[in-house]
């Protein structure tokens, strides 16, 4: 396996050329830190990049809220996909977003009591809940069609794109003060059947729960012996 | 130890000034002292007051933020659904957002609704509130044994649909930024109980309240802490915030005692470093000070001991124009006076202050400086003595004699040769050191002296002629110390005397003879005195009558010093100095016993006593003889005195005249050593006399010298005429005492006889005295 450094010089990778002329695919692409972890709930899109399939309309996405958080934490939805937003959890929430891309505010709701929302905007948008302060999600609008997020293991499979239809790939995580951009023929000529991709940037420890839901656990137990 | 005077000066001051020093250090410390304190208890004081203010204003601000919380629309929104779920998220998640500990949500009616803590008891005193008030508020409680500030705000969607409390935990955080407020160090001890151990929260570094653990009524706990803070350097304000019967909370502020004594320590510091710096100085002053006394006064002390050693000379030097400096100037007046007084004494000690002539000290003086100088120098020793001096005296009186002595002295100073020298060594007599006199010259410098004295002394009108008598004595030749040659000078002016010279000159051996004179005569008087003298007898033979009839009574002295002693030597030394008489009394003390003895023996024996001249011419002596015998019980008859022609022949009118009245006295006189004196016949005639005893000198040869029977002969015949009786003493052969028989002489005596025998000898000599060996004379 090669690995790609990015840096100054920017994108790496060699653009492995599938079969059909007319459809093109990146290599298996690894995202990791400075510290070469892989980093999960990374977004890689393949700007302008059509896909080579025929172009459907952008359907519905959904960013449930389980145990108090956004699932999935980062969703990356084409420009014009209605996103729902139900509740699974037992208390309300009042999810909002002051982005620019899609302001909008869901007030207290449970279930599936709030109507889904449309992001016709391309660009981050950043969801909280006004009652759950440490409630945070991602949806990443764009208008490219080809993108993904890496898993758990900081994986990325793109499907096959039309090829010409994109030069750049654009790479964003939560912890990234920025988006970054890499050309595609730089990624191209790293080749190689998979590629690693070091992000600028190195993921926080992770944190224990903190222990300031102490108060939460507190109002709950009193609630239980109560019951 | 004696302690000098620097020392002691320098103990004085510097103990003075550091007990000034001490005292105000300790005064100044002691305000400081307690300025320190009141100044530590007046900023705790403020320090209290600001911590009641910061806890007021903290609380505010939680109320402030509670009240800000309560009114969020969302909160209410989430309230107001009712719902446990999303309340106790909105509450966690609000309660999160302003940083509560301790969230408890009541009914309108005060029913607790839900709560993070088992507020408890509390909650009555927050229903009190909630049922009278309508607005926000806030207590201090303490839950689950923490201490809490508890903020309650009305939830209002309009109407009250709860109270929410939010509560503070008060940490070590918060005491930290009250202690950086209030500049004290803020401890909290609390209890949710009424007994139980108290604990604490303190802004001091290893609370030391915290073992061991406080415990018992929270009041006296609370002194207990203070004490236990004040031990640990800290001053302590208490204030208790909660006091009810199952929750206790108290403050205590303290700032640390050493921290408020700081500024002062630096003052302390810094007066112990002036002091330190006084005292040093000070001993520098007072050293330089006792300098300033004691040299003067070493140099003083110096002195007065140089003086008192009898150095006069140097004088004390103290450049001073202070007390030292007179009484060094007095110093050096007294040593000039001591000086010229000494000179004076000296100058009286030396000379003679009738005269001005050098006295007997300063000849002697003089004398041995010239002996020692010049030894083999020839020079003479002329002593002179105005002869006539105690009849002029007499005369004229003292003080008339006293200018004729000044006179004396000019007019011998007058003929002074240049390099001799006049001194007056006794009241009549001057000693002259005459330089270089050569026996050649003697004569002419004699005269040349005595000139001075042929003129008549002028007294008023008296005219004195004075006579003068010189000694001479020729040095070394004649003698070569001093004493000799004033002795040997006195001996030569004795010898002028003696032959009536105007000068005569030392004659070499005079002086031993006169010395054992000397020495016979003073240890004579030691003799009669007490005692050595010794009374030999040598018995007489009476040839008529055939038997010892008497004995000579001769004296003989036995001296430790000179040994055996002669009569020959010692009694006519005894006749000079007039001792013979006492000797005569012991003699005739020491007869008479023994012929008492001889009496009661049995012996019919009489004694023969020497008699002196002297003792002849004293007439008390014979006054006191002729008592004696006519009062003791003394055979008058058996007893015979003997006197030699020369004691008659000194002053015959006298001698014969106490003769005579012995004889008269009825005593026996016989004339010893007759035919040795000149006496002549006409004398003899007149002699008071009973006997004659021929001298030895005749009869000691007499059986062959012819002479010397025709002289004993004739003075037999001679004597028998002129009815005396005649004894011969000296017989030392048969042949003599033939002779002697047949010239018809009375009695004989001698060694033929019997020498001289001691009492008790005498005594054993007569009871075996054979009386037939000169019998046979008789025949």
């Given at each position: 396996?090669?690995?790609?450094?990015?840096?100054?010089?920017?994108?790496?990778?060699?653009?492995?050329?599938?079969?059909?002329?007319?459809?093109?695919?990146?290599?298996?692409?690894?995202?990791?830190?400075?510290?070469?972890?892989?980093?999960?709930?990374?977004?890689?899109?393949?700007?302008?990049?059509?896909?080579?399939?025929?172009?459907?309309?952008?359907?519905?996405?959904?960013?449930?809220?389980?145990?108090?958080?956004?699932?999935?934490?980062?969703?990356?939805?084409?420009?014009?996909?209605?996103?729902?937003?139900?509740?699974?959890?037992?208390?309300?929430?009042?999810?909002?977003?002051?982005?620019?891309?899609?302001?909008?505010?869901?007030?207290?709701?449970?279930?599936?009591?709030?109507?889904?929302?449309?992001?016709?905007?391309?660009?981050?948008?950043?969801?909280?809940?006004?009652?759950?302060?440490?409630?945070?999600?991602?949806?990443?609008?764009?208008?490219?069609?080809?993108?993904?997020?890496?898993?758990?293991?900081?994986?990325?499979?793109?499907?096959?794109?039309?090829?010409?239809?994109?030069?750049?790939?654009?790479?964003?995580?939560?912890?990234?003060?920025?988006?970054?951009?890499?050309?595609?023929?730089?990624?191209?000529?790293?080749?190689?059947?998979?590629?690693?991709?070091?992000?600028?940037?190195?993921?926080?420890?992770?944190?224990?729960?903190?222990?300031?839901?102490?108060?939460?656990?507190?109002?709950?137990?009193?609630?239980?012996?109560?019951? | 130890?004696?302690?000098?005077?620097?020392?002691?000066?320098?103990?004085?001051?510097?103990?003075?000034?550091?007990?000034?020093?001490?005292?105000?250090?300790?005064?100044?410390?002691?305000?400081?002292?307690?300025?320190?304190?009141a100044n530590a208890a007046r900023e705790l004081e403020v320090a209290e007051r600001v911590f009641e203010t910061l806890l007021d204003e903290n609380?505010?601000?939680?109320?402030?933020?509670?009240?800000?919380?309560?009114?969020?629309?969302?909160?209410?929104?989430?309230?107001?659904?009712?719902?446990?779920?999303?309340?106790?998220?909105?509450?966690?998640?609000?309660?999160?957002?302003?940083?509560?500990?301790?969230?408890?949500?009541?009914?309108?009616?005060?029913?607790?609704?839900?709560?993070?803590?088992?507020?408890?008891?509390?909650?009555?005193?927050?229903?009190?509130?909630?049922?009278?008030?309508?607005?926000?508020?806030?207590?201090?409680?303490?839950?689950?044994?923490?201490?809490?500030?508890?903020?309650?705000?009305?939830?209002?969607?309009?109407?009250?649909?709860?109270?929410?409390?939010?509560?503070?935990?008060?940490?070590?955080?918060?005491m930290?930024?009250f202690r950086?407020i209030t500049k004290a160090e803020v401890t909290m001890l609390?209890?949710?109980?009424?007994?139980?151990?108290?604990?604490?929260?303190?802004t001091?570094?290893?609370?030391?309240?915290?073992?061991?653990?406080?415990?018992?009524?929270?009041?006296?706990?609370l002194?207990?802490a203070a004490?236990?803070l004040?031990?640990?350097?800290w001053l302590s304000r208490q204030s208790t915030l909660?006091?009810?019967?199952?929750?206790?909370l108290g403050i205590l502020m303290s700032v640390?005692?050493?921290?408020?004594?700081?500024?002062?320590?630096?003052?302390?510091?810094?007066?112990?470093?002036?002091?330190?710096?006084?005292?040093?100085?000070?001993?520098?002053?007072?050293?330089?000070?006792?300098?300033?006394?004691?040299?003067?006064?070493?140099?003083?002390?110096?002195?007065?001991?140089?003086?008192?050693?009898?150095?006069?000379?140097?004088?004390?030097?103290?450049?001073?124009?202070?007390?030292?400096?007179?009484?060094?100037?007095?110093?050096?007046?007294?040593?000039?006076?001591?000086?010229?007084?000494?000179?004076?004494?000296?100058?009286?000690?030396?000379?003679?202050?009738?005269?001005?002539?050098?006295?007997?000290?300063?000849?002697?003086?003089?004398?041995?400086?010239?002996?020692?100088?010049?030894?083999?120098?020839?020079?003479?020793?002329?002593?002179?003595?105005?002869?006539?001096?105690?009849?002029?005296?007499?005369?004229?009186?003292?003080?008339?004699?006293?200018?004729?002595?000044?006179?004396?002295?000019?007019?011998?100073?007058?003929?002074?040769?240049?390099?001799?020298?006049?001194?007056?060594?006794?009241?009549?007599?001057?000693?002259?050191?005459?330089?270089?006199?050569?026996?050649?010259?003697?004569?002419?410098?004699?005269?040349?002296?005595?000139?001075?004295?042929?003129?008549?002394?002028?007294?008023?009108?008296?005219?004195?002629?004075?006579?003068?008598?010189?000694?001479?004595?020729?040095?070394?030749?004649?003698?070569?110390?001093?004493?000799?040659?004033?002795?040997?000078?006195?001996?030569?002016?004795?010898?002028?005397?003696?032959?009536?010279?105007?000068?005569?000159?030392?004659?070499?051996?005079?002086?031993?003879?006169?010395?054992?004179?000397?020495?016979?005569?003073?240890?004579?008087?030691?003799?009669?005195?007490?005692?050595?003298?010794?009374?030999?007898?040598?018995?007489?033979?009476?040839?008529?009558?055939?038997?010892?009839?008497?004995?000579?009574?001769?004296?003989?002295?036995?001296?430790?010093?000179?040994?055996?002693?002669?009569?020959?030597?010692?009694?006519?030394?005894?006749?000079?100095?007039?001792?013979?008489?006492?000797?005569?009394?012991?003699?005739?003390?020491?007869?008479?016993?023994?012929?008492?003895?001889?009496?009661?023996?049995?012996?019919?024996?009489?004694?023969?006593?020497?008699?002196?001249?002297?003792?002849?011419?004293?007439?008390?002596?014979?006054?006191?003889?002729?008592?004696?015998?006519?009062?003791?019980?003394?055979?008058?008859?058996?007893?015979?005195?003997?006197?030699?022609?020369?004691?008659?022949?000194?002053?015959?009118?006298?001698?014969?005249?106490?003769?005579?009245?012995?004889?008269?006295?009825?005593?026996?006189?016989?004339?010893?050593?007759?035919?040795?004196?000149?006496?002549?016949?006409?004398?003899?005639?007149?002699?008071?006399?009973?006997?004659?005893?021929?001298?030895?000198?005749?009869?000691?040869?007499?059986?062959?010298?012819?002479?010397?029977?025709?002289?004993?002969?004739?003075?037999?015949?001679?004597?028998?005429?002129?009815?005396?009786?005649?004894?011969?003493?000296?017989?030392?052969?048969?042949?003599?005492?033939?002779?002697?028989?047949?010239?018809?002489?009375?009695?004989?005596?001698?060694?033929?006889?019997?020498?001289?025998?001691?009492?008790?000898?005498?005594?054993?000599?007569?009871?075996?005295?054979?009386?037939?060996?000169?019998?046979?004379?008789?025949?």
């Amino acid at each position: 396996m090669r690995r790609l450094k990015t840096g100054l010089l920017g994108l790496l990778g060699g653009v492995w050329i599938g079969g059909a002329a007319q459809a093109a695919t990146l290599p298996g692409l690894t995202l990791v830190d400075l510290q070469g972890q892989p980093v999960s709930e990374a977004v890689l899109v393949l700007e302008g990049a059509e896909t080579t399939a025929p172009e459907g309309e952008p359907g519905e996405a959904i960013v449930d809220q389980v145990d108090l958080e956004f699932v999935p934490r980062v969703a990356v939805v084409r420009a014009g996909t209605r996103v729902r937003f139900p509740n699974s959890d037992d208390t309300r929430h009042h999810v909002y977003s002051f982005s620019p891309a899609k302001t909008f505010e869901l007030q207290l709701y449970q279930g599936n009591e709030a109507p889904p929302v449309e992001f016709d905007q391309s660009g981050l948008v950043v969801l909280g809940c006004n009652i759950h302060d440490s409630m945070r999600g991602y949806i990443y609008v764009v208008d490219s069609q080809i993108y993904g997020v890496s898993d758990a293991q900081g994986r990325i499979t793109l499907p096959a794109y039309s090829e010409g239809s994109a030069d750049r790939v654009t790479l964003w995580h939560p912890d990234m003060k920025q988006s970054m951009s890499l050309s595609l023929s730089d990624l191209r000529q790293a080749g190689g059947e998979t590629l690693e991709i070091q992000l600028p940037f190195t993921l926080p420890e992770t944190e224990p729960e903190p222990e300031g839901s102490g108060l939460r656990n507190r109002l709950q137990r009193y609630k239980n012996n109560g019951d | 130890m004696a302690i000098s005077f620097r020392t002691s000066l320098l103990l004085i001051f510097i103990s003075l000034l550091g007990l000034t020093l001490a005292t105000t250090i300790w005064a100044v410390m002691r305000a400081t002292d307690a300025n320190a304190r009141a100044n530590a208890a007046r900023e705790l004081e403020v320090a209290e007051r600001v911590f009641e203010t910061l806890l007021d204003e903290n609380s505010r601000q939680l109320t402030d933020r509670a009240t800000l919380l309560a009114e969020d629309f969302a909160f209410r929104q989430a309230i107001a659904t009712n719902e446990e779920n999303t309340i106790i998220s909105v509450l966690a998640n609000h309660g999160e957002r302003i940083g509560a500990d301790l969230i408890i949500m009541l009914d309108p009616s005060g029913d607790v609704r839900i709560s993070t803590h088992a507020i408890g008891e509390d909650v009555d005193s927050l229903r009190q509130h909630i049922r009278t008030g309508q607005s926000a508020f806030s207590e201090l409680t303490i839950t689950e044994g923490q201490p809490y500030q508890l903020v309650m705000v009305p939830v209002e969607a309009p109407d009250l649909i709860a109270w929410v409390g939010m509560g503070f935990v008060m940490d070590s955080e918060l005491m930290n930024g009250f202690r950086d407020i209030t500049k004290a160090e803020v401890t909290m001890l609390y209890r949710d109980d009424n007994s139980g151990a108290i604990r604490t929260l303190s802004t001091l570094n290893d609370n030391p309240l915290s073992v061991p653990a406080l415990s018992g009524r929270f009041a006296s706990a609370l002194n207990v802490a203070a004490n236990r803070l004040r031990n640990d350097g800290w001053l302590s304000r208490q204030s208790t915030l909660i006091n009810s019967a199952d929750q206790q909370l108290g403050i205590l502020m303290s700032v640390s005692l050493q921290e408020a004594l700081a500024a002062y320590t630096n003052l302390r510091t810094q007066m112990l470093g002036i002091a330190a710096l006084a005292l040093v100085l000070a001993a520098v002053a007072t050293a330089l000070i006792a300098r300033g006394i004691t040299q003067p006064i070493d140099t003083l002390v110096r002195a007065a001991r140089r003086i008192a050693s009898g150095d006069y000379r140097q004088p004390v030097e103290l450049d001073r124009k202070n007390e030292f400096g007179v009484l060094g100037d007095t110093l050096n007046s007294m040593q000039d006076a001591i000086q010229d007084r000494e000179r004076h004494i000296a100058y009286q000690a030396q000379h003679d202050i009738l005269t001005g002539l050098p006295n007997r000290d300063r000849m002697a003086t003089l004398m041995n400086e010239r002996l020692s100088s010049a030894p083999d120098e020839p020079f003479g020793v002329l002593l002179m003595q105005i002869s006539n001096f105690d009849a002029l005296s007499d005369v004229y009186g003292v003080s008339v004699m006293d200018r004729v002595l000044q006179q004396a002295a000019e007019r011998l100073t007058r003929n002074r040769r240049s390099d001799d020298r006049i001194g007056r060594v006794g009241t009549d007599e001057f000693l002259i050191l005459a330089e270089h006199l050569s026996p050649a010259q003697c004569r002419a410098v004699v005269h040349q002296y005595q000139l001075g004295f042929e003129a008549p002394f002028h007294c008023d009108a008296i005219e004195i002629k004075a006579e003068t008598r010189i000694g001479v004595v020729h040095c070394p030749e004649h003698a070569d110390t001093y004493e000799d040659i004033l002795r040997r000078a006195h001996i030569a002016l004795n010898d002028a005397r003696h032959h009536s010279l105007a000068f005569a000159l030392y004659e070499i051996g005079r002086d031993e003879v006169h010395l054992r004179k000397i020495t016979v005569t003073h240890r004579l008087q030691q003799a009669i005195l007490n005692g050595g003298f010794e009374l030999l007898f040598q018995p007489q033979y009476d040839l008529r009558a055939g038997r010892i009839h008497s004995a000579e009574a001769l004296i003989r002295w036995q001296d430790p010093e000179l040994g055996r002693m002669f009569p020959d030597e010692f009694i006519p030394l005894a006749e000079q100095s007039g001792d013979i008489t006492l000797i005569t009394d012991w003699v005739l003390n020491e007869a008479l016993r023994q012929m008492a003895a001889w009496q009661a023996d049995g012996h019919d024996l009489g004694v023969s006593i020497n008699l002196s001249a002297r003792d002849v011419l004293q007439d008390d002596f014979i006054d006191g003889l002729i008592a004696r015998l006519r009062h003791d019980d003394i055979r008058r008859d058996a007893l015979m005195f003997e006197i030699t022609e020369s004691a008659v022949m000194a002053d015959p009118e006298h001698a014969l005249r106490n003769l005579q009245r012995l004889y008269d006295a009825g005593v026996s006189l016989a004339m010893d050593d007759f035919g040795t004196g000149f006496s002549s016949l006409s004398q003899l005639k007149s002699m008071p006399v009973h006997e004659l005893k021929i001298d030895k000198s005749f009869v000691l040869r007499l059986d062959e010298d012819r002479d010397d029977q025709r002289i004993v002969r004739s003075t037999i015949e001679m004597a028998h005429h002129l009815g005396l009786s005649v004894i011969a003493e000296g017989v030392e052969n048969r042949a003599s005492l033939a002779l002697l028989y047949d010239m018809g002489c009375d009695a004989i005596q001698g060694y033929y006889l019997s020498k001289p025998k001691t009492a008790s000898e005498l005594r054993e000599w007569l009871a075996t005295f054979d009386q037939h060996r000169l019998e046979s004379l008789h025949a």
